[in-house]
């Protein structure tokens, strides 16, 4: 079984502050997750995944996403906001040990509000 | 920058009617998936379909859903008789094969409402 949790439904920040948004997952293979960013009126947009590697990935914006395997977290970054970076953003993993399943599970998104 | 399509914005139905859902994935994508999230609550899977065929279906893609790629562009989801529990936002997306098969691309989404 695969699942992904949000713990907040609302970040706000300061822009040129930096964000984090969080996330953790669960799985009982090893995961594949990503970030996408929704913006008003505009489908999910693929951001950046871990697949293997490197801890720290880097995406699209200036988004970055660090990989902890021992608290189970994938939480997004950025080092300095800015308020177009406002949007809902969808944390995902797909279980890789999932006998060939490719469907990721989704978050329930955090709305992200960067404050001028 | 290619996108994915999907019309209706809004569709507001009865209940007990058929409702189709239209989407044009990005050209080249050979992977297409629906999903859909209720109000409030997460992005839920409902179906993937690859080379004219369903691949994976959740248990919510029960007998009253179907999903149908009529010509070479679009890729529509059928949902038979609309119940108010139905009434939720839709989500069209595709994804290329190989190492770029888990990025899928999303469309705008359509926001059904049963009443």
Known sequence: AQSVAQPEDQVNVAEGNPLTVKCTYSVSGNPYLFWY?????RGLQFLLKYITGDNLVKGSYGFEAEFNKSQTSFHLKKPSALVSDSALYFCAVRDIGTGGSYIPTFGRGTSLIVHP | EPEV???PSHQVTQMGQEVILRCVPISNHLYFYWYRQILGQKVEFLVSFYNNEISEKS???DDQF?????DGSNFTLKIRS???EDSAMYFCA?????AHR???????GTR???L
Do not use: A, C, H, M
């Open chain 1, 37 to 41: 960013v929704q913006y008003p009126n």
């Open chain 2, 102 to 108: 888990d990025e899928q691309f999303f469309g705008p």
């Open chain 2, 5 to 7: 399509t999907q019309t």
């Open chain 2, 82 to 84: 609309t119940k108010l």
């Open chain 2, 94 to 98: 595709s994804s290329f094969q190989g």
């Open chain 2, 66 to 70: 179907s999903v149908e790629r009529p």
């Open chain 2, 59 to 61: 248990e919510i893609f």
């Open chain 2, 112 to 114: 059904l409402t049963v």
